[in-house]
């Protein structure tokens, strides 16, 4: 990334002015320009004062859209290819298609061998993903910038050549894949199924939006996979697909790759823009559903307008002021006084519709109904229109309109991602100027004027979610029913009615391009002081955009209270996101988002951590607010209330969940009667008994500079930075030092404790033991090397069997884990009901086979490139920097450290490798904890000859 400096104020002047928003050329000038025989489509250069993202943008002559980001900042690229598909393309009775093709551009094509593209990717150094919605599908790549070819390789192989690989079989597991991800994500979830009942209701039968992205499930049972295919040949030619390269690129080499790799798949059938879908209610539409929660809640959604159009802007500035935070009116009317315990507004935004969505969840100890809430948010909307909107209502707004601009300039992939949407949805890549002048540009009375258009008076779907068997609470009996969906006569396509498009490439694609040296990577240059106060302080500039990031690190976490006060220092971290002694918490929400600025307080086992992100212009006045919330927090009783009967009411909740349920367990059994077998945020007996007496008394004696770290990387040289932090003058005193004692706890090895979850869709298993503590170049980070190719990416030996062989999950894994008091290793996924006992044999058999027999040579050389090659990554974004240079501060580390790694990681042997297996993966010496329906478990894990403990948290 180039450093560059922008202000929204003057977005906003040049917006009025007659500035050609494309460099300073004419169209004639762009179109006469030419790389590497292609014609410049259009063209836009960093300029001062400028918001744009520079780019060149050219078509092949199949309708492929390209668009190159030159950015030399580090060696690597980010490629994104996106296609104009997503759900809403979908037809009635075959819903789901979108996304499933998400799943299987990653099972192989015609040259890329079955399971490979992960790993062809994650042993580049790389990382990569895909993900669907209502509109488009994207899949992209970041890698070191030598391994660009091979990407273009494998992204144009499954756009050209991908059919003859879809195989029933394959079709049949990823349908079982996708089951899975349906149960982790929606059945298995509370609230899970919300949306998917709110669109149903709010959209008409038809509708693109009336199905969920990930598809009915009765849809993908009665298909095929020609189905699957015909669906493909209409949608995911290159003339309906943009691919954004962003990097350390040469511009002309690159088209040049792109063209050779690209240019000859056939164009698919004229794709054209889809019409807007807008929806009107002609009533309330009130409906309800039971579920497995803790807590009700209400869900209002309006109709209103479509992406990018005119009122979209004013209408996300109407869901802030309804509903954005501690300023906003549903915070002053229903969470600040305990009626609710959670309430927000927003307002989403899709290519064909968007919507206004309204929730609260209510506090039992309130005694408000659902419909008690729903009274309270109309009369919320009603007095928004006495209060009116005020001039910090826009200023917060187009603050962080500008912060997040700024913010999402930090990355290549941010950049990338940004360029590629505004293209598939605007045609123009430089839509980001229009946006923010359209969010500058709103006037009080555009706020006004929109909620009279689309609010007031206008009907809603208005859904309660209750626990089952509690009917009786809803808000409001049930006055509309979802229809049965009408189902058209489905004839499965066969393949003699595909019309296939056969690519023909002049060169041999059937070979993999290699990939060049690897550019080197620069480990950050930092500076490190000592304040007077105590407080070490590690830095590193970073000038690609005018922000500074800052993390400090306060040893005051988990392990510092009492077993009996577990959660003690999580309520004190909440209470720093309440008032101080001179500001409300709702001023001081206001001022620092008129500031453009983020600050989070949050705790884990050893620290309380202060996370900051600002634009640099506005670092003094930002630090100033932090040392106020730190220095003088109010400690008000009645904040403390609310403080503490939320987190009461989410221990409630989470045990709704099977994720939460076992990871509690599990620490609970591996840990005993101590500080680290009690979640970091307490249970209902420990936090029942703190009081504000409690928290004031911890915070006085852990709340302290010496013994505290600070790491920041900013755009600022070390001397600005060192007067920032003069915010911090004023504090005093030294942390205690830590008095830990966690006792070695006898297990009933190879026990299976069940924890029941009635009805649960998926069972959650989790195996494992206590082990070694947190290293950087010792024992533990070794064998970290040594589970990669068990259980430490996506092409491990446990993933690939329960997920990709069997089906049997939407992911597997396993992992060393610790700090530097903690440690132990566990493998876990979240797995299909019916198939909990099969899943567990097969961890079983995976750890047992890999402890046994070791690593291969081929998963050796495998892990050596994965890691060693993905540098280039480690550095890019001041958040990566910030963690890297957190790691030095906490482990006492020189730089080199990096050079030590990469030689063991270069160095380490397969025998090496096998000893550490050997020793750390003895099935026998682990638990296993598994979270779902006990009645039906239970007989089929003892059929399994497994001790089973019936186990409760």
């Not at 030419?34 to 014609?39: H, L, S």
């Not at 499954?158 to 394959?170: N, P, S, W």
């Not at 918490?585 to 001022?591: G, P, T, V």
């Given at each position: 990334?180039?450093?560059?400096?922008?202000?929204?104020?003057?977005?906003?002047?040049?917006?009025?002015?007659?500035?050609?928003?494309?460099?300073?050329?004419?169209?004639?000038?762009?179109?006469?320009q030419?790389?590497?025989?292609?014609?410049i489509?259009?063209?836009v250069?960093?300029?001062?004062?400028?918001?744009?993202?520079?780019?060149?943008?050219?078509?092949?002559?199949?309708?492929?859209?390209?668009?190159?980001?030159?950015?030399?900042?580090?060696?690597?690229?980010?490629?994104?290819?996106?296609?104009?598909?997503?759900?809403?393309?979908?037809?009635?009775?075959?819903?789901?298609?979108?996304?499933?093709?998400?799943?299987?551009?990653?099972?192989?094509?015609?040259?890329?061998?079955?399971?490979?593209?992960?790993?062809?990717?994650?042993?580049?150094?790389?990382?990569?993903?895909?993900?669907?919605?209502?509109?488009?599908?994207?899949?992209?790549?970041?890698?070191?910038?030598?391994q660009?070819?091979?990407?273009?390789?494998?992204?144009?192989d499954?756009?050209?050549?991908?059919?003859?690989?879809?195989?029933?079989?394959?079709f049949?597991v990823?349908?079982?894949?996708?089951?899975n991800?349906?149960g982790?994500?929606?059945?298995?979830?509370?609230?899970?199924?919300?949306?998917?009942?709110?669109?149903?209701?709010?959209?008409?039968?038809?509708?693109?939006?009336?199905?969920?992205?990930?598809?009915?499930?009765?849809?993908?049972?009665?298909?095929?996979?020609?189905?699957?295919?015909?669906?493909?040949?209409?949608?995911?030619?290159?003339?309906?697909?943009?691919?954004?390269?962003?990097?350390?690129?040469?511009?002309?080499?690159?088209?040049?790759?792109?063209?050779?790799?690209?240019?000859?798949?056939?164009?698919?059938?004229?794709?054209?823009?889809?019409?807007?879908a807008?929806?009107?209610?002609?009533?309330?539409?009130?409906?309800?559903?039971?579920?497995?929660?803790?807590?009700?809640?209400?869900?209002?959604?309006?109709?209103?307008?479509?992406?990018?159009?005119?009122?979209?802007?004013?209408?996300?500035i109407?869901?802030?002021?309804?509903?954005?935070g501690?300023?906003?009116?549903?915070?002053?009317?229903?969470?600040?006084?305990?009626?609710?315990?959670?309430?927000?507004?927003?307002?989403?935004?899709?290519?064909?519709?968007?919507?206004?969505?309204?929730?609260?969840?209510?506090?039992?100890?309130?005694?408000k109904?659902?419909?008690?809430?729903?009274?309270?948010?109309r009369?919320?909307?009603?007095?928004?229109?006495?209060?009116g909107?005020?001039?910090?209502?826009?200023?917060?707004?187009?603050?962080?309109?500008?912060?997040?601009f700024?913010?999402?300039?930090?990355?290549?992939?941010?950049?990338?991602?940004?360029?590629?949407?505004?293209?598939?949805?605007?045609?123009?890549?430089?839509?980001?100027?229009?946006?923010?002048?359209?969010?500058?540009?709103?006037?009080?009375?555009?706020?006004?004027?929109?909620?009279?258009?689309?609010?007031?008076?206008?009907?809603?779907?208005?859904?309660s979610?209750?626990?089952?068997?509690?009917?009786?609470?809803?808000?409001?009996?049930?006055?509309?029913?979802?229809?049965?969906?009408?189902?058209?006569?489905?004839?499965?396509?066969?393949?003699?009615?595909?019309?296939?498009?056969?690519?023909k490439?002049?060169?041999?694609?059937?070979?993999?391009?290699?990939?060049?040296?690897?550019?080197?990577?620069?480990?950050?240059e930092?500076?490190?002081?000592?304040?007077?106060?105590?407080?070490?302080?590690?830095?590193?500039?970073?000038?690609?955009?005018?922000?500074?990031?800052?993390?400090?690190?306060?040893?005051?976490?988990?392990?510092?209270?009492?077993?009996?006060?577990?959660g003690?220092?999580?309520?004190?971290?909440?209470?720093?996101?309440?008032?101080?002694?001179?500001?409300?918490?709702?001023?001081?929400?206001?001022?620092?988002?008129?500031?453009?600025?983020?600050?989070?307080?949050?705790?884990?086992?050893?620290?309380?951590?202060?996370?900051?992100?600002?634009?640099?212009?506005?670092?003094?006045?930002?630090?100033?607010?932090?040392?106020?919330?730190?220095?003088?927090?109010a400690?008000?009783?009645?904040?403390?209330?609310?403080?503490?009967?939320?987190?009461?009411?989410?221990?409630?909740?989470?045990?709704?969940?099977?994720?939460?349920?076992?990871?509690?367990?599990?620490?609970?059994?591996?840990?005993g009667?101590?500080?680290?077998?009690?979640?970091?945020?307490?249970?209902?007996?420990?936090?029942?008994?703190?009081?504000?007496?409690?928290?004031?008394?911890?915070?006085?004696?852990h709340?302290?500079?010496?013994?505290?770290?600070?790491?920041?990387?900013?755009?600022?040289?070390?001397?600005?930075?060192?007067?920032?932090?003069?915010?911090?003058?004023?504090?005093?005193?030294?942390?205690?030092?830590?008095?830990?004692?966690?006792?070695?706890v006898?297990?009933?090895?190879?026990?299976?404790?069940?924890?029941?979850?009635?009805?649960?869709?998926?069972?959650?298993?989790?195996?494992?033991?206590?082990?070694?503590?947190?290293?950087?170049?010792?024992?533990f980070?070794?064998?970290?090397?040594?589970?990669?190719?068990?259980?430490?990416?996506?092409?491990?030996?446990?993933?690939?069997?329960?997920?990709?062989?069997?089906?049997?999950?939407?992911?597997?894994?396993?992992?060393?884990?610790?700090?530097?008091?903690?440690?132990?290793?566990?493998?876990?996924?979240?797995?299909?009901?019916?198939?909990?006992?099969?899943?567990?044999?097969?961890?079983?058999?995976?750890?047992?086979?890999?402890?046994a027999?070791?690593?291969?040579?081929?998963?050796?050389?495998?892990?050596?490139?994965?890691?060693?090659?993905?540098?280039?990554?480690?550095?890019?974004?001041?958040?990566?920097?910030?963690?890297?240079?957190?790691?030095?501060?906490?482990?006492?580390?020189a730089?080199?450290?990096?050079?030590?790694?990469?030689?063991?990681?270069?160095?380490?042997?397969?025998?090496?490798?096998?000893?550490?297996?050997?020793?750390?993966?003895?099935i026998?010496?682990?638990?296993?904890?598994?979270?779902?329906g006990?009645?039906?478990?239970?007989?089929?894990?003892?059929?399994?000859?497994?001790?089973?403990?019936?186990?409760?948290?």
């Open positions: 990334m180039k450093a560059w400096k922008i202000s929204l104020v003057a977005a906003a002047l040049l917006s009025g002015c007659d500035v050609p928003s494309k460099s300073q050329n004419t169209e004639q000038q762009v179109a006469a030419e790389i590497a025989g292609f014609k489509l259009d063209q250069n960093a300029e001062p004062g400028k918001t744009a993202i520079p780019y060149k943008k050219f078509k092949l002559d199949n309708g492929l859209t390209v668009i190159l980001h030159q950015d030399d900042s580090d060696p690597l690229v980010h490629v994104d290819v996106t296609y104009h598909v997503g759900s809403g393309r979908e037809d009635i009775g075959k819903s789901g298609f979108a996304h499933f093709f998400e799943h299987m551009m990653f099972q192989g094509s015609e040259n890329v061998a079955d399971e490979e593209h992960f790993k062809i990717i994650t042993e580049a150094g790389g990382t990569l993903n895909g993900t669907t919605n209502t509109d488009r599908t994207n899949y992209f790549e970041t890698v070191p910038a030598n660009l070819e091979k990407m273009l390789w494998l992204e144009s499954r756009m050209g050549y991908l059919l003859d690989a879809v195989t029933q079989e394959k049949e990823q349908r079982e894949t996708v089951k991800e349906r982790q994500r929606v059945d298995n979830r509370p609230y899970g199924r919300l949306n998917e009942r709110v669109s149903a209701a709010l959209y008409p039968e038809g509708h693109p939006y009336s199905w969920p992205v990930i598809g009915y499930m009765e849809d993908l049972n009665r298909v095929n996979v020609n189905d699957l295919k015909a669906f493909f040949l209409r949608w995911y030619g290159p003339n309906n697909a943009t691919i954004t390269i962003g990097g350390d690129i040469d511009e002309a080499k690159t088209l040049e790759l792109v063209n050779k790799y690209f240019g000859s798949i056939p164009k698919g059938p004229e794709v054209k823009m889809p019409e807007k807008p929806v009107t209610l002609d009533a309330d539409r009130y409906i309800s559903m039971e579920d497995n929660v803790h807590l009700p809640l209400l869900y209002m959604s309006y109709p209103t307008v479509h992406i990018r159009h005119e009122d979209e802007a004013p209408m996300d109407l869901a802030e002021i309804l509903g954005g501690k300023t906003s009116l549903l915070y002053k009317n229903l969470v600040k006084n305990q009626f609710a315990v959670q309430a927000s507004v927003s307002h989403p935004c899709s290519e064909l519709a968007c919507t206004l969505n309204m929730f609260a969840l209510p506090n039992p100890a309130a005694g109904s659902l419909a008690d809430l729903e009274k309270i948010i009369d919320s909307m009603t007095e928004f229109e006495t209060r909107v005020l001039d910090d209502d826009l200023l917060k707004v187009k603050a962080n309109m500008e912060a997040s700024i913010f999402g300039l930090q990355s290549v992939s941010g950049k990338v991602s940004q360029l590629a949407s505004n293209e598939i949805f605007t045609g123009n890549p430089n839509y980001i100027e229009k946006d923010i002048a359209r969010y500058a540009n709103v006037t009080k009375a555009d706020v006004m004027r929109v909620y009279k258009e689309y609010i007031k008076g206008k009907h809603a779907v208005i859904m979610v209750v626990p089952k068997g509690k009917l009786d609470t809803i808000a409001h009996e049930d006055t509309y029913v979802t229809p049965e969906r009408t189902i058209p006569e489905l004839k499965n396509a066969t393949a003699d009615d595909l019309n296939v498009r056969v690519a490439s002049n060169f041999d694609r059937s070979t993999m391009p290699t990939a060049g040296a690897n550019k080197p990577v620069d480990v950050p930092m500076w490190q002081v000592t304040t007077t106060n105590g407080l070490s302080v590690l830095g590193a500039q970073s000038i690609e955009t005018p922000t500074t990031s800052m993390l400090i690190k306060i040893p005051a976490g988990h392990f510092y209270e009492s077993k009996e006060q577990a003690l220092s999580n309520l004190l971290a909440s209470m720093f996101a309440e008032s101080t002694t001179q500001r409300s918490a709702e001023d001081m929400s206001k001022e620092l988002r008129k500031l453009g600025s983020n600050v989070y307080i949050s705790e884990d086992n050893n620290y309380i951590n202060v996370n900051v992100n600002a634009l640099s212009k506005n670092l003094d006045k930002t630090l100033a607010l932090v040392n106020e919330k730190l220095m003088n927090p400690f008000d009783e009645a904040e403390f209330a609310r403080v503490k009967n939320n987190v009461l009411q989410q221990f409630n909740n989470a045990k709704k969940d099977a994720g939460y349920l076992a990871s509690t367990a599990y620490a609970q059994i591996l840990f009667d101590s500080i680290a077998g009690v979640p970091s945020d307490g249970n209902e007996a420990t936090v029942a008994n703190i009081t504000l007496a409690d928290v004031k008394a911890f915070y006085a004696k709340i302290k500079p010496k013994g505290s770290q600070l790491i920041v990387v900013s755009d600022l040289p070390q001397a600005s930075i060192n007067k920032s932090l003069s915010a911090f003058a004023k504090w005093k005193g030294e942390a205690p030092k830590l008095e830990l004692n966690l006792p070695a006898e297990l009933d090895k190879g026990t299976v404790y069940l924890v029941n979850k009635d009805n649960a869709a998926q069972s959650a298993i989790r195996i494992g033991k206590r082990g070694l503590t947190q290293d950087i170049t010792g024992e980070y070794k064998a970290s090397l040594m589970n990669f190719a068990l259980g430490g990416a996506f092409n491990s030996r446990i993933n690939l069997n329960l997920r990709e062989d069997k089906g049997y999950t939407y992911g597997a894994r396993s992992r060393f884990w610790g700090d530097k008091n903690t440690g132990g290793y566990t493998a876990s996924a979240e797995v299909r009901a019916d198939a909990t006992d099969k899943s567990i044999e097969e961890f079983v058999k995976e750890i047992s086979t890999y402890q027999s070791g690593i291969t040579p081929e998963e050796l050389n495998f892990m050596r490139l994965a890691i060693n090659q993905g540098d280039a990554l480690k550095y890019e974004t001041p958040r990566a920097k910030l963690g890297f240079l957190a790691q030095i501060l906490e482990h006492d580390l730089p080199t450290f990096v050079d030590t790694r990469n030689e063991i990681v270069a160095g380490i042997s397969q025998k090496e490798i096998n000893e550490l297996a050997k020793k750390h993966l003895i026998n010496d682990m638990i296993m904890v598994v979270v779902g006990a009645k039906t478990l239970k007989p089929k894990l003892e059929a399994m000859d497994l001790k089973v403990v019936d186990y409760s948290i």
